[in-house]
């Protein structure tokens, strides 16, 4: 090992030592015996040995059999879609690191990859890639000494490591296509300038699509006819879905009978008429509809979903359209893999004291500080950063999402109630604590799909106390049922007793 060696290693495993401290991940140990390994046994080799090169340089945090090491603390490399594909993207990985979340074959880790560019030359780069391009079922091909080289040079003012969004942005993933389960088309025939009434249409054929994707392969005709397609979209995990529709001319999709996104009347399919919709799937089957109808001139159809958390496009039909044309101009705040998030900014539409709690499963809710209540419910996607994140402390931030429910806009508690601040449990999950005089309240929430669950308990020697729920009638939207008390509604407002010592369980549930 040469002396700049030795002095890169310390210096790097005093730095990424204390990195992963603050990051408070798994126990230490686990880290430290691939770390220790790498920084101590490597030593300089004849260039071009890939396998050999692999376990002294990447193995010990990537594992021999490419799989991770630790049981899979580090993400894997085989079969690693970071791998496949666009040369670039791993090279200038090797090169400069990385850092903060990554998804790597459906898992998030947050660690960081020490650059490896100072230590390992142009020609050692490509032989391990091309090593690790063609293990462990990778089928990539080869990469050159050149390719390395001219990476580097394009890289070289950079002097800290990606993370997985700055490098997917100049490499992305290649678009994938998925399937739909059980899909159907049936086709009509007519001239329309709009989406017809398919009840009042009689269908000219009807096939049974095997391939699960979307084509006008079976078009009736080449002008003047339309298409629905039906199945099952099988969401992959629970979440929010965006879906990305555009067609030549109009279509319209739904999802479990209600409609996500349409691109209405006649217009070529260029990017320009894509609409995106979004709304939050549990994991397994939804009924699918897509309705499409084409007059005269071009044909086509396209349609991609992508869930929050990964942002890979799957297109479920055989057209693909120009995506940059609609690329997403806000940056949605949400919750982060299976925890909460909590925002604490101005959220439009409650006090300027109020918390956002973003369940993971699209379950949201903002809690008033000066109200002291749960003034904003709603589904699907959490809170639009941008404003804020753009025009720092000017604009409010709305809920991004749908069906919000506002069950009171007044104070909850008597006047000698005071917020005192709130603790997350072991789950991330929020319980917001408030004194009464001498009595303390913990009002604690957790979700479940469609459905918040709120827990009140009073702890104290004072007398029993009314609580407001709602000051307005929310039943089309929202029902209330209590557990360990009962609600009392008169008029249009909701109120429930606490009594000291007890916890009384409400479930707020969207209809
Ligand atoms: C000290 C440990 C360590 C070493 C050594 C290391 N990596 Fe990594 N690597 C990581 C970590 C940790 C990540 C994920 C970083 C994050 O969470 O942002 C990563 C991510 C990656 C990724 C992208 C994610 C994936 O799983 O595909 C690639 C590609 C990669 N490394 C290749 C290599 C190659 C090739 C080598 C050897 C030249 C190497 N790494 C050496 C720790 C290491």
């Not at 990469?143 to 992305?172: G, M």
């Not at 539409?349 to 809690?367: E, Q, S």
């Not at 104070?411 to 449990?425: M, W």
Request: proline residues 8%; aromatic residues 8%.
């Amino acid at each position: 090992m040469t002396q700049s060696q030795t002095e890169m290693g310390r210096v790097i495993i005093g730095d990424r030592l204390q990195r992963l401290a603050r990051l408070n991940k798994p126990p230490m140990s686990r880290f430290l015996l691939p770390l220790l390994a790498y920084f101590t046994l490597a030593a300089p080799l004849p260039a071009q040995d890939g396998p050999q090169l692999f376990s002294l340089y990447c193995s010990a945090c990537h594992a021999a059999d490419g799989k991770g090491a630790t049981g899979g603390t580090f993400p894997p490399l085989a079969e690693s879609p970071y791998v496949a594909g666009d040369p670039d993207r791993a090279i200038k990985i090797v090169l400069k690191g990385l850092t903060g979340p990554v998804d790597v074959l459906g898992k998030t880790y947050n660690l960081e990859m020490p650059p490896q560019g100072a230590v390992l030359p142009d020609d050692q780069i490509a032989a391990i890639l091309t090593h690790v391009r063609s293990s462990w079922g990778n089928h990539a091909g080869p990469i050159t000494t050149d390719q390395v080289k001219t990476s580097r040079a394009s890289v070289a003012d950079r002097a800290t490591p990606w993370t997985a969004p700055e490098i997917l942005k100049l490499h992305p993933f290649p678009l994938e296509k998925s399937v739909i389960a059980n899909l159907l088309s049936q086709s009509f025939r007519g001239d329309w300038d709009e989406m017809p009434d398919f009840s009042k249409e009689k269908a000219t054929n009807v096939e049974e699509e095997h391939d699960g994707i979307l084509t006008l392969k079976n078009a009736p005709a080449a002008e003047d006819f339309a298409m629905v397609w039906t199945g099952d979209f099988v969401a992959p995990t629970v979440g929010i879905f965006t879906f990305l529709l555009d067609a030549d001319d109009g279509a319209t999709l739904y999802i479990d009978n209600s409609k996500v996104v349409e691109v209405k009347g006649i217009g070529p399919m260029d990017g320009s008429r894509a609409q995106e919709g979004k709304l939050t799937l549990l994991q397994g089957p939804h009924p699918i509809r897509v309705e499409y109808f084409q007059k005269k001139g071009n044909k086509g159809l396209a349609l991609a979903w992508s869930s929050t958390r990964a942002k890979i496009l799957h297109w479920l039909t055989e057209d693909t359209t120009n995506v940059l044309a609609v690329q997403p101009t806000s940056i949605p705040v949400g919750p982060d893999g299976d925890r909460p998030v909590i925002y604490r900014n101005f959220i439009s539409g409650t006090t300027p004291r109020a918390i956002g709690v973003g369940f993971p499963g699209g379950i949201n809710l903002a809690y008033s500080a000066d109200n002291l209540a749960p003034e904003l419910l709603w589904t699907g996607e959490f809170i639009e950063g941008t404003k804020k994140w753009n025009e720092r402390g000017t604009a409010d931030n709305p809920p991004a999402g749908q069906n919000v429910v506002s069950p009171s806009k007044s104070r909850a508690l008597p006047e000698n109630a005071k917020f005192v601040g709130y603790d997350l449990d072991s789950s991330g999950n929020p319980a917001f604590s408030v004194t009464i005089g001498s009595d303390s309240l913990v009002d604690s929430y957790h979700a479940e799909s469609n459905t918040i669950i709120r827990k009140l308990t009073l702890t104290g020697s004072g007398p029993a106390l009314e609580i407001l729920i709602a000051d307005k009638s929310i039943e089309a939207q929202l029902s209330i049922t209590a557990e360990g008390g009962s609600l009392e509604t008169t008029n249009t407002k909701t109120t429930l007793k606490l009594t000291p010592g007890k916890t009384v369980t409400l479930t707020y549930h969207w209809k």
